[in-house]
């Protein structure tokens, strides 16, 4: 059989055909997503930040060689220099948490502890259900009263 022809229009064995032979189907492997998160300097937006972006396609991140160390270096391709962050006009989140004043959503704090919010919260959705409670038992009874 070598050389011949097995009838499906391909064969391993000639050269000539051997590009059209496909194997065994196997699976693309897949991995698992990877979860990205938002790295913000202090409280600033950050333009190595993994949800920056740029809406000129101008920003590229690049490898650079400062006193012996590889770093990362932001890099902004219309002015051919560091990027300016989140000053710039075009700069904007992909998680929308860019502010206006260049912190980043993420990592602003509240002024108020949120221990207190969360029993101001469960103080009232706990009146809002006795007063349903309430107004289910005796509320029928109103008309009763008069």
């Given amino acids: 059989m070598r050389g011949q022809s097995s009838g499906k229009g391909y ?4 050269p000539r055909e051997r590009r059209y032979f496909r194997g065994p189907y196997q699976r693309p492997r897949v991995q698992p ?3 990205l998160k938002p790295m913000p300097i202090g409280d600033r937006c950050n333009p190595l930040c993994p949800f920056f972006r740029c809406s000129k396609n101008a920003f590229v991140t ?3 060689v400062v006193r012996g160390h590889v770093q990362k270096a932001a890099m902004c391709r219309l002015i051919g220099d560091q990027c300016l962050g989140h ?3 075009f700069a904007y989140c992909e998680r929308k948490a860019l502010l206006p004043d260049g912190r980043c959503a993420f ?3 509240f002024k108020g502890s949120g221990d207190e919010f969360l029993k101001e ?7 809002e259900d006795v007063m349903s409670l309430i ?3 005796v509320g029928h ?4 009263l008069e």
Avoid at 11 to 14: I, K, Q, T
Avoid at 121 to 127: F, H, I, M, N, R
Avoid at 141 to 144: A, G, P, Q
């Fill in 141 to 144: 009874k109103e008309n009763l």
């Fill in 62 to 64: 690049v490898n650079k």
């Fill in 87 to 89: 000053s710039c006009q």
């Fill in 11 to 14: 064969s391993r064995d000639n």
């Fill in 33 to 35: 997503a990877q979860q």
């Fill in 135 to 137: 107004k289910r038992r």
């Fill in 121 to 127: 919260v469960e103080k009232e959705s706990l009146e």
């Fill in 107 to 109: 990592a602003v704090k």
